[in-house]
Protein backbone atom coordinates (compact mmCIF):
# COMPACT_ATOMS: atom_id res chain seq x y z
CA UNK A 1 0.00 0.00 0.00
CA UNK A 2 1.81 3.41 -0.98
CA UNK A 3 1.47 6.47 0.79
CA UNK A 4 -1.11 8.29 -0.98
CA UNK A 5 -3.26 5.20 -0.47
CA UNK A 6 -2.84 4.96 3.09
CA UNK A 7 -3.40 8.72 3.21
CA UNK A 8 -6.73 8.35 1.62
CA UNK A 9 -8.02 5.32 4.22
CA UNK A 10 -7.06 7.69 7.12
CA UNK A 11 -9.09 10.50 5.37
CA UNK A 12 -12.25 8.44 5.10
CA UNK A 13 -11.37 7.17 8.61
CA UNK A 14 -11.64 10.83 9.73
CA UNK A 15 -14.31 12.08 7.87
CA UNK A 16 -16.89 9.18 9.25
CA UNK A 17 -15.23 9.95 12.93
CA UNK A 18 -16.33 13.87 12.49
CA UNK A 19 -20.00 13.08 10.73
CA UNK A 20 -21.73 15.30 8.44
CA UNK A 21 -20.77 18.50 10.55
CA UNK A 22 -17.05 17.90 10.65
CA UNK A 23 -17.19 20.00 14.05
CA UNK A 24 -14.97 18.01 16.11
CA UNK A 25 -11.87 18.31 13.53
CA UNK A 26 -10.37 21.61 14.71
CA UNK A 27 -7.89 20.22 16.60
CA UNK A 28 -5.22 19.75 13.73
CA UNK A 29 -1.41 19.51 13.93
CA UNK A 30 0.84 22.56 13.49
CA UNK A 31 -1.36 24.65 15.69
CA UNK A 32 -0.34 26.98 18.62
CA UNK A 33 -1.09 29.63 21.62
CA UNK A 34 -4.19 31.57 19.63
CA UNK A 35 -2.06 35.06 20.73
CA UNK A 36 1.43 34.12 18.94
CA UNK A 37 1.84 36.28 15.81
CA UNK A 38 2.96 33.59 13.41
CA UNK A 39 4.27 34.52 9.79
CA UNK A 40 3.12 32.17 7.00
CA UNK A 41 5.79 31.71 4.38
CA UNK A 42 4.00 31.64 0.95
CA UNK A 43 5.55 30.99 -2.44
CA UNK A 44 3.61 32.46 -5.58
CA UNK A 45 5.23 31.84 -9.06
CA UNK A 46 5.59 34.76 -10.70
CA UNK A 47 3.15 36.60 -12.88
CA UNK A 48 0.44 34.67 -10.90
CA UNK A 49 -0.86 37.70 -9.99
CA UNK A 50 -0.11 41.59 -9.74
CA UNK A 51 1.76 43.53 -7.02
CA UNK A 52 -1.22 45.25 -6.80
CA UNK A 53 -3.33 42.09 -6.18
CA UNK A 54 -0.58 40.45 -3.55
CA UNK A 55 -0.29 43.88 -1.93
CA UNK A 56 -3.90 44.24 -1.21
CA UNK A 57 -4.72 40.76 -0.23
CA UNK A 58 -1.74 40.66 2.32
CA UNK A 59 -3.00 44.41 3.77
CA UNK A 60 -6.71 42.94 4.21
CA UNK A 61 -5.77 39.09 5.29
CA UNK A 62 -3.01 40.96 8.46
CA UNK A 63 -5.75 43.33 8.88
CA UNK A 64 -8.28 40.34 9.28
CA UNK A 65 -5.96 38.57 11.37
CA UNK A 66 -3.79 40.11 13.86
CA UNK A 67 -1.56 37.30 15.43
CA UNK A 68 -0.74 36.16 11.32
CA UNK A 69 2.08 37.64 9.30
CA UNK A 70 2.28 37.29 5.66
CA UNK A 71 6.04 36.54 3.72
CA UNK A 72 4.87 36.17 -0.15
CA UNK A 73 8.08 35.20 -2.02
CA UNK A 74 7.69 35.11 -5.71
CA UNK A 75 9.55 32.28 -7.46
CA UNK A 76 10.36 31.95 -10.94
CA UNK A 77 8.54 28.86 -13.28
CA UNK A 78 12.39 27.43 -14.30
CA UNK A 79 13.22 25.06 -12.61
CA UNK A 80 11.20 25.13 -9.62
CA UNK A 81 10.28 21.37 -9.74
CA UNK A 82 13.48 20.35 -8.06
CA UNK A 83 13.10 23.29 -5.77
CA UNK A 84 9.68 22.45 -4.69
CA UNK A 85 10.64 18.58 -4.27
CA UNK A 86 13.91 20.00 -1.69
CA UNK A 87 11.58 22.30 0.28
CA UNK A 88 9.04 19.00 0.57
CA UNK A 89 12.16 17.10 2.12
CA UNK A 90 12.97 20.58 4.61
CA UNK A 91 11.82 20.33 8.13
CA UNK A 92 11.35 24.27 7.64
CA UNK A 93 9.32 24.54 4.19
CA UNK A 94 7.30 27.33 3.19
CA UNK A 95 3.51 26.70 4.46
CA UNK A 96 1.64 27.38 1.34
CA UNK A 97 2.90 26.60 -2.11
CA UNK A 98 1.57 27.27 -5.73
CA UNK A 99 2.18 24.50 -7.74
CA UNK A 100 1.20 23.62 -11.50
CA UNK A 101 -2.24 21.79 -11.42
CA UNK A 102 -1.16 19.25 -13.07
CA UNK A 103 1.70 18.68 -11.14
CA UNK A 104 0.14 17.74 -7.68
CA UNK A 105 0.20 14.39 -8.40
CA UNK A 106 4.02 13.69 -8.75
CA UNK A 107 4.40 15.98 -5.62
CA UNK A 108 1.54 13.57 -3.96
CA UNK A 109 2.58 10.31 -4.87
CA UNK A 110 6.48 11.24 -3.28
CA UNK A 111 5.51 12.18 -0.29
CA UNK A 112 5.54 15.69 1.44
CA UNK A 113 2.15 17.11 1.03
CA UNK A 114 -0.90 17.42 3.38
CA UNK A 115 -4.20 15.57 2.66
CA UNK A 116 -6.21 18.66 2.47
CA UNK A 117 -9.77 16.62 1.88
CA UNK A 118 -11.59 17.65 5.18
CA UNK A 119 -10.99 21.37 4.59
CA UNK A 120 -12.35 20.99 1.02
CA UNK A 121 -15.42 19.12 2.23
CA UNK A 122 -15.72 21.77 5.33
CA UNK A 123 -13.81 24.97 4.89
CA UNK A 124 -13.76 25.55 1.01
CA UNK A 125 -16.78 24.34 -1.31
CA UNK A 126 -15.24 21.82 -3.17
CA UNK A 127 -18.90 20.73 -3.97
CA UNK A 128 -18.44 24.02 -6.32
CA UNK A 129 -15.05 23.86 -8.15
CA UNK A 130 -14.18 23.55 -11.54
CA UNK A 131 -14.53 19.90 -12.35
CA UNK A 132 -11.08 20.14 -14.89
CA UNK A 133 -9.44 22.48 -12.48
CA UNK A 134 -10.12 19.89 -9.10
CA UNK A 135 -9.29 16.93 -10.03
CA UNK A 136 -5.65 16.95 -10.99
CA UNK A 137 -5.80 17.71 -7.38
CA UNK A 138 -6.90 14.98 -6.20
CA UNK A 139 -5.47 11.44 -5.89
CA UNK A 140 -7.06 7.97 -5.02
CA UNK A 141 -10.41 10.71 -3.84
CA UNK A 142 -7.79 12.12 -1.50
CA UNK A 143 -7.41 16.40 -2.30
CA UNK A 144 -3.86 17.82 -1.80
CA UNK A 145 -3.75 20.46 -3.74
CA UNK A 146 -6.83 23.06 -3.73
CA UNK A 147 -7.59 24.62 -7.31
CA UNK A 148 -6.59 28.51 -7.26
CA UNK A 149 -6.67 29.91 -10.71
CA UNK A 150 -7.67 28.73 -14.07
CA UNK A 151 -7.54 29.80 -17.87
CA UNK A 152 -8.19 28.11 -20.89
CA UNK A 153 -8.61 28.13 -24.58
CA UNK A 154 -10.74 30.07 -27.25
CA UNK A 155 -11.07 31.04 -30.51
CA UNK A 156 -10.27 33.78 -31.40
CA UNK A 157 -11.18 35.19 -34.68
CA UNK A 158 -11.73 38.38 -37.26
CA UNK A 159 -15.59 39.45 -37.13
CA UNK A 160 -14.93 41.40 -40.06
CA UNK A 161 -13.69 38.43 -42.23
CA UNK A 162 -16.68 36.40 -40.79
CA UNK A 163 -19.01 39.06 -41.62
CA UNK A 164 -17.60 39.16 -45.12
CA UNK A 165 -18.16 35.89 -45.48
CA UNK A 166 -21.81 36.25 -45.31
CA UNK A 167 -21.39 34.42 -41.31
CA UNK A 168 -23.79 36.40 -39.15
CA UNK A 169 -22.51 34.34 -35.83
CA UNK A 170 -19.97 32.30 -34.23
CA UNK A 171 -20.77 28.73 -34.95
CA UNK A 172 -22.63 26.72 -32.43
CA UNK A 173 -21.24 22.87 -32.80
CA UNK A 174 -18.28 21.34 -34.64
CA UNK A 175 -20.03 20.90 -38.10
CA UNK A 176 -20.88 25.24 -38.12
CA UNK A 177 -17.86 25.52 -37.32
CA UNK A 178 -15.93 23.64 -40.01
CA UNK A 179 -18.61 24.91 -42.11
CA UNK A 180 -17.53 28.71 -41.17
CA UNK A 181 -13.50 27.59 -41.48
CA UNK A 182 -14.04 26.85 -45.12
CA UNK A 183 -16.06 29.67 -46.16
CA UNK A 184 -13.40 32.32 -44.82
CA UNK A 185 -10.55 29.93 -46.19
CA UNK A 186 -10.55 31.88 -49.48
CA UNK A 187 -9.39 34.98 -51.23
CA UNK A 188 -6.03 34.94 -50.27
CA UNK A 189 -6.97 34.34 -46.16
CA UNK A 190 -6.24 31.42 -43.93
CA UNK A 191 -9.51 30.11 -42.49
CA UNK A 192 -7.25 29.03 -39.34
CA UNK A 193 -4.12 28.68 -38.39
CA UNK A 194 -3.49 25.70 -36.72
CA UNK A 195 -0.18 24.77 -35.84
CA UNK A 196 0.64 21.12 -36.52
CA UNK A 197 1.62 20.12 -32.89
CA UNK A 198 -0.73 22.12 -30.77
CA UNK A 199 -1.58 18.98 -28.65
CA UNK A 200 -3.28 20.50 -25.93
CA UNK A 201 -6.40 21.51 -28.71
CA UNK A 202 -5.86 18.03 -29.88
CA UNK A 203 -6.92 16.49 -26.47
CA UNK A 204 -9.82 18.45 -26.00
CA UNK A 205 -10.99 16.74 -29.98
CA UNK A 206 -10.07 13.38 -28.51
CA UNK A 207 -12.50 13.95 -25.52
CA UNK A 208 -15.11 15.23 -27.44
CA UNK A 209 -15.01 11.88 -29.34
CA UNK A 210 -15.10 9.30 -26.01
CA UNK A 211 -11.60 9.40 -26.05
CA UNK A 212 -8.47 9.65 -23.83
CA UNK A 213 -4.97 10.18 -23.94
CA UNK A 214 -4.02 7.53 -21.15
CA UNK A 215 -5.94 5.32 -19.16
CA UNK A 216 -5.55 3.66 -15.93
CA UNK A 217 -6.89 0.12 -15.12
CA UNK A 218 -5.63 -1.66 -11.69
CA UNK A 219 -3.00 0.78 -11.03
CA UNK A 220 -1.43 0.76 -14.41
CA UNK A 221 -1.39 3.49 -16.72
CA UNK A 222 -1.25 2.56 -20.48
CA UNK A 223 -1.17 5.39 -23.77
CA UNK A 224 -4.61 5.06 -25.51
CA UNK A 225 -4.45 7.19 -28.48
CA UNK A 226 -4.94 4.26 -31.24
CA UNK A 227 -8.30 4.11 -29.93
CA UNK A 228 -11.33 4.00 -32.26
CA UNK A 229 -11.94 7.29 -30.64
CA UNK A 230 -9.35 9.05 -29.85
CA UNK A 231 -8.37 8.58 -33.67
CA UNK A 232 -11.30 10.14 -34.47
CA UNK A 233 -10.23 13.30 -32.66
CA UNK A 234 -7.02 13.37 -35.08
CA UNK A 235 -9.03 13.34 -37.61
CA UNK A 236 -10.97 16.61 -36.85
CA UNK A 237 -7.76 18.20 -36.29
CA UNK A 238 -6.15 17.03 -39.29
CA UNK A 239 -9.32 18.14 -41.15
CA UNK A 240 -9.39 21.69 -39.65
CA UNK A 241 -5.29 22.77 -40.02
CA UNK A 242 -5.51 21.59 -43.42
CA UNK A 243 -7.84 24.84 -43.78
CA UNK A 244 -4.64 27.06 -43.09
CA UNK A 245 -1.04 27.16 -43.49
CA UNK A 246 -0.29 26.52 -39.91
CA UNK A 247 3.39 24.64 -39.63
CA UNK A 248 3.34 20.53 -39.42
CA UNK A 249 6.28 20.33 -37.61
CA UNK A 250 5.94 22.75 -34.92
CA UNK A 251 3.69 24.00 -32.07
CA UNK A 252 2.02 27.30 -31.63
CA UNK A 253 5.00 28.74 -30.10
CA UNK A 254 7.27 28.43 -33.21
CA UNK A 255 6.71 30.27 -34.31
CA UNK A 256 4.15 32.20 -31.99
CA UNK A 257 0.69 32.25 -32.82
CA UNK A 258 -0.02 36.07 -32.23
CA UNK A 259 2.71 37.31 -34.33
CA UNK A 260 1.34 35.20 -37.49
CA UNK A 261 -2.21 36.47 -36.78
CA UNK A 262 -1.42 40.18 -36.13
CA UNK A 263 -0.09 39.91 -40.41
CA UNK A 264 -3.87 40.31 -41.57
CA UNK A 265 -4.00 37.17 -43.57
CA UNK A 266 -5.71 34.99 -40.91
CA UNK A 267 -9.36 34.43 -39.77
CA UNK A 268 -9.27 32.19 -36.57
CA UNK A 269 -6.59 30.97 -33.73
CA UNK A 270 -7.00 28.82 -30.75
CA UNK A 271 -5.97 30.96 -28.14
CA UNK A 272 -6.07 31.84 -24.47
CA UNK A 273 -7.78 35.51 -25.03
CA UNK A 274 -5.81 37.62 -23.49
CA UNK A 275 -3.45 36.66 -27.04
CA UNK A 276 -5.85 39.15 -28.42
CA UNK A 277 -4.06 41.95 -26.70
CA UNK A 278 -0.59 41.03 -28.07
CA UNK A 279 -2.05 40.94 -31.94
CA UNK A 280 -3.22 44.56 -31.42
CA UNK A 281 0.15 45.88 -30.44
CA UNK A 282 1.77 43.75 -33.04
CA UNK A 283 -0.98 45.17 -35.67
CA UNK A 284 -3.03 47.94 -34.39
CA UNK A 285 -5.27 47.91 -37.22
CA UNK A 286 -6.87 44.81 -35.74
CA UNK A 287 -8.74 46.57 -32.82
CA UNK A 288 -12.61 46.70 -33.12
CA UNK A 289 -12.02 43.29 -35.39
CA UNK A 290 -11.53 40.77 -33.16
CA UNK A 291 -14.07 38.57 -31.61
CA UNK A 292 -14.45 35.17 -29.57
CA UNK A 293 -16.16 32.10 -28.80
CA UNK A 294 -15.85 29.18 -27.28
CA UNK A 295 -14.65 25.79 -29.04
CA UNK A 296 -17.75 24.64 -30.49
CA UNK A 297 -18.69 20.69 -29.21
CA UNK A 298 -20.73 18.12 -30.94
CA UNK A 299 -23.58 18.95 -29.86
CA UNK A 300 -25.20 22.28 -30.96
CA UNK A 301 -24.35 25.18 -28.00
CA UNK A 302 -22.64 23.27 -25.81
CA UNK A 303 -18.59 23.70 -25.79
CA UNK A 304 -16.20 21.32 -26.72
CA UNK A 305 -13.99 20.53 -24.35
CA UNK A 306 -10.42 22.21 -23.76
CA UNK A 307 -7.42 21.80 -21.73
CA UNK A 308 -8.12 23.80 -18.67
CA UNK A 309 -4.44 24.87 -17.08
CA UNK A 310 -3.96 27.00 -14.00
CA UNK A 311 -2.39 26.51 -10.40
CA UNK A 312 -3.45 25.10 -6.86
CA UNK A 313 -2.14 25.56 -3.40
CA UNK A 314 -0.72 23.24 -1.46
CA UNK A 315 0.51 22.32 2.22
CA UNK A 316 3.86 20.95 2.43
CA UNK A 317 3.71 17.90 5.21
CA UNK A 318 6.67 19.20 7.53
CA UNK A 319 5.22 22.96 7.48
CA UNK A 320 4.87 24.03 11.17
CA UNK A 321 1.84 26.36 10.66
CA UNK A 322 -0.48 24.38 9.07
CA UNK A 323 -3.84 26.28 10.59
CA UNK A 324 -2.65 29.31 9.91
CA UNK A 325 -1.77 28.06 6.33
CA UNK A 326 -5.35 27.02 6.02
CA UNK A 327 -6.64 30.14 6.89
CA UNK A 328 -4.73 31.74 4.02
CA UNK A 329 -6.02 29.03 1.39
CA UNK A 330 -9.71 29.75 2.70
CA UNK A 331 -9.48 33.11 1.81
CA UNK A 332 -7.35 33.14 -2.00
CA UNK A 333 -9.77 30.03 -2.18
CA UNK A 334 -12.75 31.89 -1.60
CA UNK A 335 -15.04 34.35 -3.59
CA UNK A 336 -13.67 37.70 -2.44
CA UNK A 337 -10.05 37.04 -3.73
CA UNK A 338 -10.90 34.63 -6.20
CA UNK A 339 -13.41 37.55 -8.15
CA UNK A 340 -10.74 39.54 -7.72
CA UNK A 341 -8.15 37.69 -8.92
CA UNK A 342 -9.94 36.72 -11.68
CA UNK A 343 -10.73 40.56 -12.87
CA UNK A 344 -7.33 41.57 -11.99
CA UNK A 345 -5.71 38.67 -14.59
CA UNK A 346 -8.61 37.79 -16.58
CA UNK A 347 -8.44 34.62 -14.86
CA UNK A 348 -11.61 32.31 -14.91
CA UNK A 349 -12.67 31.55 -10.99
CA UNK A 350 -12.15 27.83 -9.52
CA UNK A 351 -15.87 27.82 -8.55
CA UNK A 352 -18.81 27.18 -11.18
CA UNK A 353 -21.28 29.12 -9.18
CA UNK A 354 -18.80 32.56 -9.54
CA UNK A 355 -18.57 32.66 -13.00
CA UNK A 356 -21.64 35.40 -13.37
CA UNK A 357 -18.96 37.45 -11.20
CA UNK A 358 -16.73 38.08 -13.86
CA UNK A 359 -16.22 38.98 -17.61
CA UNK A 360 -18.37 42.46 -16.70
CA UNK A 361 -19.18 42.03 -20.86
CA UNK A 362 -15.39 41.01 -21.83
CA UNK A 363 -16.33 39.22 -24.85
CA UNK A 364 -13.29 36.91 -24.48
CA UNK A 365 -13.65 36.60 -20.39
CA UNK A 366 -17.39 35.32 -21.12
CA UNK A 367 -16.11 32.91 -23.81
CA UNK A 368 -13.33 31.58 -21.66
CA UNK A 369 -15.88 31.36 -18.56
CA UNK A 370 -18.08 28.93 -21.38
CA UNK A 371 -15.45 26.53 -22.35
CA UNK A 372 -14.09 26.19 -18.88
CA UNK A 373 -17.37 24.22 -17.93
CA UNK A 374 -16.04 21.24 -20.40
CA UNK A 375 -12.70 21.91 -19.36
CA UNK A 376 -10.19 18.49 -18.47
CA UNK A 377 -6.74 18.49 -17.40
CA UNK A 378 -4.24 15.67 -18.51
CA UNK A 379 -4.38 12.23 -17.14
CA UNK A 380 -3.64 12.32 -13.36
CA UNK A 381 -0.42 9.97 -13.70
CA UNK A 382 2.64 11.18 -11.08
CA UNK A 383 4.79 10.37 -14.35
CA UNK A 384 2.55 12.45 -16.96
CA UNK A 385 5.25 15.44 -16.58
CA UNK A 386 7.53 13.32 -18.14
CA UNK A 387 5.40 12.50 -20.70
CA UNK A 388 5.52 15.92 -21.88
CA UNK A 389 9.33 16.07 -21.13
CA UNK A 390 9.80 14.21 -24.43
CA UNK A 391 6.13 14.57 -26.10
CA UNK A 392 5.66 11.39 -28.12
CA UNK A 393 2.12 12.87 -28.85
CA UNK A 394 3.76 15.72 -31.32
CA UNK A 395 5.67 13.56 -33.24
CA UNK A 396 2.35 11.57 -33.90
CA UNK A 397 0.62 14.34 -34.50
CA UNK A 398 3.29 15.30 -37.62
CA UNK A 399 3.54 12.56 -38.77
CA UNK A 400 -0.01 11.80 -39.15
CA UNK A 401 -0.39 15.23 -40.89
CA UNK A 402 2.70 14.42 -42.77
CA UNK A 403 0.94 11.46 -44.87
CA UNK A 404 1.69 8.15 -42.43
CA UNK A 405 -0.78 5.97 -41.20
CA UNK A 406 -2.40 7.34 -38.25
CA UNK A 407 -3.65 3.99 -36.45
CA UNK A 408 -0.06 3.11 -36.90
CA UNK A 409 1.43 6.10 -35.99
CA UNK A 410 -1.00 6.38 -32.94
CA UNK A 411 0.32 2.48 -31.79
CA UNK A 412 3.81 3.67 -31.20
CA UNK A 413 2.67 6.92 -29.70
CA UNK A 414 0.96 5.33 -26.98
CA UNK A 415 3.26 2.60 -26.36
CA UNK A 416 5.85 5.60 -25.98
CA UNK A 417 3.39 7.02 -23.48
CA UNK A 418 2.97 3.46 -21.83
CA UNK A 419 7.06 2.75 -21.09
CA UNK A 420 7.14 6.46 -19.63
CA UNK A 421 3.80 6.00 -17.55
CA UNK A 422 4.90 2.20 -16.64
CA UNK A 423 8.34 2.83 -15.46
CA UNK A 424 9.57 2.29 -11.91
CA UNK A 425 11.38 4.87 -10.19
CA UNK A 426 13.57 7.14 -12.01
CA UNK A 427 13.43 5.23 -15.71
CA UNK A 428 14.14 1.63 -14.08
CA UNK A 429 11.54 -0.68 -16.07
Partial sequence: MNLVQRRSIAVSTALAACGALLTGCGLLPGSSSADETKTVTIWLMKDSASREFIKRFTEEFEKDNKNIKLDIQIQAWAGIGPKVNKALDS??????????????????ERGGLENLTLEAVRDFGSDDWLPGLAAPGSIDKAQYGIPWYAANRVVVYRKDLFEKAGIKQPPRDRTEWLNATKRVNAGGNQGIYLAGQDWYTLAGFIWDEGGELATETNGKWSGTLDTPRALAGMAFYQELQELGDGPKDADEEKPPQAGQFAQGDIAQIIATPGTAKLIEEKNPEMRGKLGFFPLPGKK???????????????????????????????????EKWQV???????????????????GNGDEGMVAMTQGSFAGRATPASPKW???EADNPIKAYMTEVLNGANPRTAAKKASDSISATLQRIGNGEE
Fill in 340 to 358: ELARAMNYVPNKVSLSSAV
Fill in 385 to 387: GQV
Fill in 91 to 108: TDPPDVIEVGNTHVAQYA
Fill in 300 to 334: RGAPGSVFIGGSDLVVPQNSDQRRSAIKVIEALSG
